[in-house]
């Protein structure tokens, strides 16, 4: 079986905790190593709902600034990768369909799930939210590519749009 290729670097990113000592840092890091091992259960996938949205907050929780990310999956929706495409600023981040397309099509997925934070801790998903979820989802429709969820998250918690109906 194929390990998941989480393309984050494994030292810690000065960027993402700026307000920690580099000591604590390199802690953090640790533990996310440590929890990704937790749920990404036999290293290939995550299995369930819930364990989705734990991986994301672990991933996402906290950040200063907004970025979007995603799963490709493979058509058993085991995990193939897990990469950060876009950061943005405290407000947002801009997306570029094109450039969602071309790495799906790299990862050879058959499924993907969206993932972005909210640095202002509120999950809902915003009307600019919704129409690049259906756009990403149209677009990737015509490659057979399966949208099978969006998650935003913000403070301690992640709102899924397939939960809500959205997808």
Same mark, same amino acid.
């Given at each position: ?10 030292? %810690? ?5 700026? =307000?920690?000592?580099?000591? =604590? ?5 640790? #533990?996310? !190593? ?27 929780? $906290? ?5 979007? #990310? ?17 950061? $943005?600023?405290?407000? $947002?981040?801009? &997306? ?7 790495? &799906? ?10 993932? /972005?934070? /909210? %640095?202002?801790?509120?999950?809902? %998903? +915003?009307? #600019? =939210? ?6 990403? !989802?149209? $677009? ?9 969820? /969006?998650?935003? &998250? ?5 709102? +899924? ?7």
């Amino acid at each position: 079986m194929k390990k998941p290729q989480l393309s984050l670097p494994l030292e %810690p990113d000065h960027m993402r905790r700026a =307000d920690l000592p580099e000591s =604590d840092q390199e802690l953090v890091a640790s #533990a996310i !190593r440590c929890l990704e091992q937790k749920y990404l259960v036999k290293q290939d996938s995550l299995t369930s709902p819930e364990a989705t949205r734990n991986f994301l907050k672990l991933r996402l929780y $906290g950040l200063h600034y907004e970025v979007f #990310a995603c799963l490709y999956l493979d058509n058993r929706h085991r995990v193939i990768r897990y990469e950060e495409l876009f950061r $943005g600023t405290i407000d $947002g981040a801009s &997306v570029h369909p094109r450039e969602v397309l071309r790495k &799906v099509v790299e990862t050879g997925a058959a499924a993907v799930i969206f993932a /972005h934070n /909210h %640095p202002s801790g509120v999950p809902e %998903p +915003s009307q #600019a =939210d919704l129409r690049l979820t259906q756009r990403l !989802r149209e $677009g990737l429709s015509l490659f057979d590519v399966r949208v099978i969820d /969006h998650m935003i &998250v913000g403070d301690g918690e992640a709102v +899924s749009m397939a939960e809500r109906g959205v997808l």
